[in-house]
């Protein structure tokens, strides 16, 4: 079992590529306010060249090989699937509904970054990492371990839902318009397994307390 699924990592990174095959590197370059993450014309070209010789060139859609990277004050809008092997967010990027991102092997929010997920998805074969800094926001379904040390503002009308093992510390937060409609309890992040916590313990909606809970499965707010 741990035979074939380290094959299909491997196989997922790429590995039983023809000679000459290689990762390149890309970072976003528009500086239109919510280009589209799809969009060739939004990505710099890869050229990889060594002593006035070019010995390769890439350039078009974000492909499964790509290293991306959305630098800090960029603003980007996904609105179907795109794939990456890895994705760093510095800028802002917003999953619309029934968009997916995927990043094979990591998708990390730097400080700075923010990933806004509205009833959509992402997946990877590794982990999303919310650095401290960082704001990940939203809600939907992450298909991979989550590590959060930043900031995240979940919904009390819908969870977070995470495929894999959750490790928190950083902040916790709900969305501003968020009301409590008279609920004592709010589900606002499942995941496979919970590990860790937020560092604050309870946090306000609508003026009112509510307590930072968490089982082997959910984070949930309690009033107080």
Same mark, same amino acid.
């Given at each position: 079992?741990?035979?074939?699924?380290?094959?299909?990592?491997?196989?997922?990174?790429?590995?039983?590529?023809?000679?000459?095959?290689?990762?390149?590197?890309?970072?976003?370059?528009?500086?239109?306010?919510?280009?589209?993450?799809?969009?060739?014309?939004?990505?710099?070209?890869?050229?990889?060249?060594?002593?006035?010789?070019?010995?390769?060139?890439?350039?078009?859609?974000?492909?499964?090989?790509?290293?991306?990277?959305?630098?800090?004050?960029?603003?980007?809008?996904?609105?179907?699937?795109?794939?990456?092997?890895?994705?760093?967010?510095?800028?802002?990027?917003?999953?619309?509904?029934?968009?997916?991102?995927?990043?094979?092997?990591?998708?990390?929010?730097?400080?700075?970054?923010?990933?806004?997920?509205?009833?959509? !998805?992402?997946? $990877?074969?590794?982990?999303?990492?919310?650095? #401290? %800094? *960082?704001?990940?926001?939203?809600?939907?379904? @992450?298909?991979?371990?989550?590590?959060?040390?930043?900031?995240?503002?979940?919904?009390?009308?819908?969870?977070?839902?995470?495929?894999?093992?959750?490790?928190?510390?950083?902040?916790?937060?709900?969305?501003?318009?968020?009301?409590?409609?008279?609920? !004592?309890?709010? $589900?606002?992040?499942?995941?496979?397994?919970? #590990? %860790? *916590?937020?560092?604050?313990?309870?946090?306000? @909606?609508?003026?009112?307390?509510?307590?930072?809970?968490?089982?082997?499965?959910?984070?949930?707010?309690?009033?107080?």
């Amino acid at each position: 079992m741990r035979v074939k699924k380290l094959n299909s990592l491997l196989t997922a990174e790429r590995v039983d590529e023809p000679a000459g095959f290689a990762n390149t590197y890309h970072d976003w370059k528009t500086k239109n306010k919510d280009g589209l993450l799809h969009a060739a014309v939004n990505w710099t070209e890869y050229i990889y060249e060594n002593d006035g010789i070019i010995y390769m060139k890439e350039s078009g859609v974000p492909m499964l090989h790509w290293t991306a990277k959305i630098k800090k004050g960029d603003s980007v809008i996904a609105r179907k699937k795109t794939e990456f092997l890895s994705l760093e967010l510095g800028g802002s990027l917003t999953l619309k509904p029934g968009s997916e991102v995927v990043a094979r092997n990591e998708l990390r929010i730097s400080s700075g970054g923010q990933l806004k997920i509205e009833e959509a !998805s992402v997946e $990877s074969a590794r982990w999303v990492h919310n650095e #401290a %800094g *960082g704001t990940l926001q939203g809600y939907g379904t @992450i298909h991979s371990s989550l590590y959060n040390e930043g900031t995240m503002i979940l919904s009390t009308d819908t969870p977070l839902v995470v495929h894999g093992p959750v490790h928190l510390s950083g902040k916790l937060e709900v969305m501003q318009t968020q009301e409590t409609k008279g609920k !004592s309890r709010f $589900s606002v992040l499942k995941g496979k397994a919970i #590990a %860790g *916590g937020f560092d604050n313990r309870e946090l306000l @909606i609508g003026g009112k307390p509510y307590g930072i809970k968490y089982s082997e499965s959910e984070v949930y707010l309690v009033a107080k």
